[in-house]
């Protein structure tokens, strides 16, 4: 496999959001066929922005959590161009729960340019939807791995990754705000994206020097949607080593160490002299 | 209007004497010539109901009896990780508003409101939009913790535009930091109560302030995720006048209900003598 690190952010960004780029569903039906999607936050409604459902992977039943963004316009208007309401992160957690209740890993996969930002979401409390799952992933006593496939946006992208362990897809972003909607917040110029991406630091390279995540899985020469088969074997085999440690992990291990790894998450910035114990040695 | 019994009246308006804010010289609510003394002794808030807006010290003082605020990790310093030069370098705009006598969007401590001990954590606005950043998050986070293990009520004072976009993603997972220690807080079974103030947005929305136990908004404050600004960008929508309002967050089930300053302390004091067990 080649590493291109001769793209600019910009172009990393391009790829994240290629047309093409394997999505969601594309990875779960690989690594599990027997996926079976299930619906509905129980409270009145369905997001499509969010798969979930319950797959065989590994020897093992395993709750898949994923934004799903569509392939052509009439899916991705049906999707919400993978911009979630709360009656998404309601249904993840609603899965979450259940997946707690069997034993299940879970998987999230992450891919949303941010939660959906219109008035619907707003009159139904999205704020207050994603506060409470981020909150409530430190509680599900079940191993949790996230990984960011496309875009990582914002704190619609937190609310579902939330993991003892967090890994990227090469050519995919990890972003406080996609680079528009920062140029927007610092500059009120979307206009100025380019350069405000490059500021960000939202590569995987970037997060992984940070200590954010903990892998960053190598993609196909020329990106993931130039080969779904290998994109999914590669991050398959990331995923698999990951859970295999982590579901031989004591419960009250596996949440203390998720506690503290997002407590401590930016002790590798050495802030200050008096910034915080650091993460302590973890599960494998 | 709240109900108090007059064990609560006795609570003070104000815990301090507020200091001085920029204020227009007259209401725009009424239009009335303001008394600059009178209206701080009235938690800054008209006869006619106008809320002027308190930041930082103000509401320090306001929370916290007469010299028992005793501010924590203030010497947490922020730095400028990406070496960050848009529009302009985040270091100057650091040192700018630290020469301005102000210390980050969040500062936390301890006090007593009425005589009970509490913790408190307060945004200012001021202060880069009152942006949640890893210093605003570090002392959230250690402040809850302090009051989960000491089981001291903790009392938020939100005013914030949301995660800090010149501290980039280590800023969004803030959001993170602090709810898991919400999460512990309330495991603990402490009581904690979120102040909305105006405005509440983005990752502060979207992370600790409306965790509250009881959630408590200003009149007036704006409180949402994303921005009208933002919301008409995207989709071109028409806002209704009292978009994201308290009022609306509170026909939405967001807040428990929207109290005005005047009677903040009292119900503040009463829900702390009610959740402590
Ligand atoms: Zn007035």
Redesign the pocket.
Known sequence: MTKDDTLTVWQVVELARHPERPYALDYIRRWAPDFVELHGDRLGADDSALVGGVGSWAGRTVMFLGQQKGRNFPERVRRNFGMMHPEGYRKAMRLARQAAKFRFPVVCLIDTPGAYPGAAAEERGIAAAIAHSIMEWFWLPIPVVAAVIGEGGSGGALGMAVGDRVVMLENSIYSVAMPEAAASIVWRDNSRKVEVAEQLQITSRDLLAMGVVEEVVEEPAGGAHTDFDATAKALERTILRYLEALTRTPTEELLQHRYERFRYIDSLIHADADFGPKVGSGPA | MITLTPAYKDVPLVGSPLPEIPLPTN?P??G?GLDREELADRAYV?????HFEMRGEAWIAFLADLDSWAERWADIRPHDLLNWRLPKPYSLVIDQLRSEGLNEAVRTGTCRLGGRPVWAGVFDFRFVGGTLSIVAGERLARGLEAAASERVPYILVAASGGARMQEGVLALLQMAKVNAAVGRLHAAGVPYFSVLTDPTFGGTAASLALLGDVNVAEPGAKIGFTGPRVIKQATYADLPADFQTADFQLARGQVDMVVPRTELRPLLAHLVDLYST
């Open positions: 209401c609510g009424c009335v008209c006869d006619c109901g106008h």
